[in-house]
């Protein structure tokens, strides 16, 4: 079955710790993105790309980075930066701008917690 | 600035039907999405409106008014399991989606 993929569902940050939250899709969509889930608030967007080895920032991009090497995979590092990392992190993908009633597809997601 | 605005959270009876609304002020619009969000879950795709009007899909509808920058998801025959987040995007002019907060909605028996 065709899907996208988070893991880990739960991790664990440590002070000055840099982490990775990877996002695999066998969707064959080219657009993937990168949410923020914090509660009461709506999805704030860090990070998405179009295309393979382009990508560019969403309105929360400090303290994150992300990359895109291949289609299926877009991972996203959350750097010692991000001083209040704490939240639900969603991976979607689609078929891009040219297909615009074409909806998201989201990951289980990734629960982030400060130790 | 961009806007999306929903309730907070409604309450209805299991059996019963819910209408949960959502205006919007965006910069363009290129349709609007609806999703479903159990707790602790991904979002699931339900509707998708660009033009005026109903859109029907079983116990599920979705209402769109480009010129009021309103649309609502009139949920039907409610039954426990939809219990859960209704989340309105908005996709705008530069092709983004932009989300509201979502309608908590919670079903009594």
């Known amino acids: 079955d065709g899907g996208i993929t988070q893991s880990p569902k739960y991790l664990f940050r440590k002070e000055g710790q840099n982490v990775t939250l990877s996002c695999e899709q066998n969707?064959?969509?080219?657009?993937m993105y990168w949410y923020r889930q914090d509660p009461g608030q709506g999805l704030r967007l860090i990070y998405y790309?179009?295309?393979?080895?382009?990508?560019q920032k969403g309105d929360i991009a400090e303290g994150y980075s992300v990359s895109r090497e291949k289609k299926e995979s877009f991972p996203l590092t959350v750097t010692s930066a991000q001083k209040n990392p704490t939240a639900f992190y969603l991976c979607?993908?689609?078929f891009g701008t040219g297909h615009v009633n074409q909806p998201q597809h989201f990951g289980d997601g990734t629960r982030l917690s400060i130790l | 600035g961009q806007n999306i605005d929903q309730p907070t959270e409604m309450t209805a009876t299991e059996g019963a039907i819910v209408q949960i609304n959502c205006t919007y002020q965006?910069?363009?619009?290129?349709?609007l999405f609806w999703y479903q969000q159990h707790a602790g879950e991904a979002p699931t795709f339900l509707s998708y409106?660009?033009l005026d009007g109903l859109e029907e899909k079983g116990r599920f509808s979705s209402f769109l008014s480009r010129s009021k920058g309103y649309s609502y998801l009139l949920l039907k025959e409610l039954q426990m399991k939809d219990s859960a987040s209704y989340l309105c995007?908005?996709?705008?002019?530069?092709?983004?989606?932009?989300w509201g907060a979502g309608t908590k909605l919670i079903i009594k028996p």
């Open positions: 409106n660009v």
């Open positions: 995007a908005v996709l705008d002019s530069n092709y983004q989606l932009i």
């Open positions: 979607a993908s689609s």
């Open positions: 965006t910069s363009g619009f290129n349709g």
């Open positions: 969707l064959n969509h080219d657009a």
């Open positions: 790309s179009q295309i393979v080895n382009d990508f």
